[in-house]
């Protein structure tokens, strides 16, 4: 379905398809774009790698450097790799775990070549440890939302998620469009519904933390990642 397609059955299923409506295209489109980073959210749907989008999964390191900024379209780090030498796969681990492998390794100035890479200390940020001792690329493997270019804007996009039925994102424009803050438009009830048929369809939200360490783990080494 296309963003027009999408709205006139936001519009069918809210009964709002008599002039004037209750809520307008600009409403019903932002919406749309919600549902579209909602899936994401919640399927781990969009996913991209170092191959596939050099400019997002390739990343700069600098030596002396322990900290790497990511784009802010991705959700968590799937995989990574530094790309100098032989390539090799990094271990992802969250702070509480290199402290049990390492003890105090957030206060050591150690230096060398990375393997291990921390997840969860910041929003945007991984953490490389040891400090990397020379420039290199990390190469990642990412679950990511949709970019600014993929955004549904006219009539004709389709969201960039190929879904089973991409009606069940209609669920969600009506979610909100239910949640006006408006004496006509606001029925926080049917708003429920609709967010349990939404979930239904996609499963329930993850929090901010468990995003943060889908790729986390603590309990076993990772193999080399080739990219």
């Given at each position: 379905?296309?963003?027009?397609?999408?709205?006139?059955?936001?519009?069918?299923?809210?009964?709002d398809t008599v002039e004037p409506t209750l809520w307008s295209?600009?409403?019903?489109?932002?919406w749309a774009n919600n549902a579209v980073r909602e899936v994401c959210i919640r399927t781990r749907t969009l996913k991209d790698d170092a191959e596939g989008n050099a400019e997002l999964c390739q990343v700069a390191v600098t030596a002396g450097e322990a900290s790497v900024a990511i784009d802010p379209v991705i959700l968590a780090v799937q995989a990574a790799a530094l790309a100098?030498?032989?390539?090799?796969?990094?271990?992802?681990?969250?702070?509480?775990?290199?402290?049990?492998?390492?003890?105090?390794?957030?206060?050591?100035?150690?230096?060398?070549?990375?393997?291990?890479?921390?997840?969860?200390?910041?929003?945007?940020?991984?953490?490389?440890?040891?400090?990397?001792?020379?420039?290199?690329t990390l190469r990642l493997r990412v679950w990511r939302m949709p970019s600014e270019d993929e955004q549904l804007v006219g009539e004709t996009d389709e969201p960039v998620l190929a879904l089973p039925n991409a009606e069940d994102?209609?669920?969600?424009?009506?979610?909100?469009?239910?949640?006006?803050?408006?004496?006509?438009?606001?029925?926080?009830?049917?708003?429920?519904?609709?967010?349990?048929?939404?979930?239904?369809?996609?499963?329930?939200?993850?929090?901010?933390?468990?995003?943060?360490l889908w790729g986390a783990t603590p309990t076993r080494v990772r193999h080399a990642v080739m990219f």
């Open positions: 379905m296309n963003l027009g397609e999408l709205r006139a059955a936001a519009r069918a299923r809210l009964d295209d600009e409403e019903l489109d932002r100098g030498g032989r390539c090799h796969g990094l271990r992802l681990l969250d702070a509480a775990s290199l402290d049990r492998l390492e003890p105090g390794w957030a206060e050591r100035n150690e230096q060398g070549t990375p393997w291990a890479c921390v997840v969860g200390l910041r929003q945007n940020l991984l953490r490389l440890f040891p400090t990397p001792a020379a420039d290199d994102l209609v669920h969600w424009i009506c979610y909100e469009a239910y949640q006006k803050k408006d004496a006509e438009a606001q029925d926080l009830a049917a708003a429920g519904r609709h967010l349990n048929l939404f979930a239904e369809a996609f499963g329930e939200r993850p929090t901010l933390r468990e995003i943060a």
